[in-house]
Structures are given as C-alpha cells and as structure tokens.
C-alpha cells in the first residue's frame, strides 16, 4: 500500500508540473538594480545616433541634390530623389501636417515615460529606433518651411525608380520609425513585454 500511495503521489507531482508549464503565465525577470539605468541609456543612445544621422543625411541632400536630377545608386535598385513631404511617414496624411506634428510630441513623451520602466533589451532597441526617427522628423516640422508645427519633411530615398513610382519617398527617420515599430510587435507576438516578463504560451495537449 505505501508503494502505490508513493506511486500516485509522484503521479500527482508530475500532473501539477505538467499543468504548471502549460498555464500561461508570466515568468518574472531576475532583478538587477543597474539593468533600468543602462536600458535607459540604451534607448537615448539609440534614438541621438538615428536622430543624427537623419538630421545629418537630411542637411546633405538639401545641400546637395535639391533642384537636381534623381541620383542613382546600386544599379537602380535606389534613387536619390528630394521631395518636400508635408505628410506623415511615406507621404500618408497630407495636408494635416500640425496635427502630425502635435501626435509626434505625444508619442515621444510616452517612449520617454514608458523608458523608466523598461527591463527588456529587445523593447530598449525598438524603442529607441522609434523614439530617434520620430524627433528626426518632428524636427523637420518644428524648424523647416512653412512654419513651426507645419513644416514639411524631407524624404530622399527612392527604390526601384525615382518620384516613388514602386514605393513612397522615405528617409532615415521613417526606416528607424519602421524597423523599431516592426522589432517591438514581434516582440509582443512572443509574449515579452517591455518589464522584462515572459509569458508561456499553452502547449496544443494530444
């Protein structure tokens, strides 16, 4: 009788186990005192250097290639083609350029505000791309013609063909604002959130 007791009670553990791992429930991240403060600056770091280098690369093509005739790059793959956008990214919302530019300070006060709480290095990059590539255009609609708030963006990259005949006109900042977006969805589709927590999915029971 004591071995089928032990023997039932290992089968009840191992029941409890199996119900454990199938729940779906959160995994807690180990705590790290340090860990807030170098996401932290992970995320400005990230967003200055993508910040930079459209406001950089911006400066260039005004410069240089405004006025002229698309230049081509890789075979035709890319063209440098300078548009004045008074849009959003890839020339969407025309015409509500104030507006854009008002939605574009919210979203940085929450990257901001929501980067106190990060403990995941995944969210950390994917938040810093978008925070770097929406201060790279708002910049362009706070300080370029017409106005301040009203500003048009400037959009130089072409592919396939010049004027955005293939796809629309886009710039350094709209890539970041796409590849950060596009890394933090993926991350939630696998069940890690922003604090660092993992949550299991349940396994399909045959």
Known sequence: MAAVSSEQSDSEKAAVADNADDADT???????????????????GIAAVALGLD??????VVANLEGEPPVELLGGL????????????????TGMTWLLAVLAIVVVGV??????????????IGLGLVLGGACGNLVDRI?????????HVVDFISVLAPGGRFYPVFNLADSAIVCGGALV???SLL???????????????S
């Open 191 to 205: 069940g890690r959130d922003y604090d660092g927590t993992v949550h299991k999915r349940k396994r399909a029971k």
């Open 185 to 187: 969805v993926l991350l």
């Open 78 to 93: 890319v063209y440098l083609d300078v548009l004045r956008n008074p849009g959003a990214a890839f020339s969407l919302a």
């Open 55 to 60: 406001v950089v690369s911006k400066i260039a």
């Open 26 to 44: 959160p995994n807690e991240p180990v705590g790290d005192p340090g860990r807030p403060r170098r996401l932290l600056a992970l995320v400005f």
């Open 111 to 124: 990257i901001v505000w929501l980067s106190r709480k990060l403990r995941s290095t995944g969210w950390a």
């Open 143 to 151: 300080f370029r013609a017409p106005g301040p708030l009203q500003g």
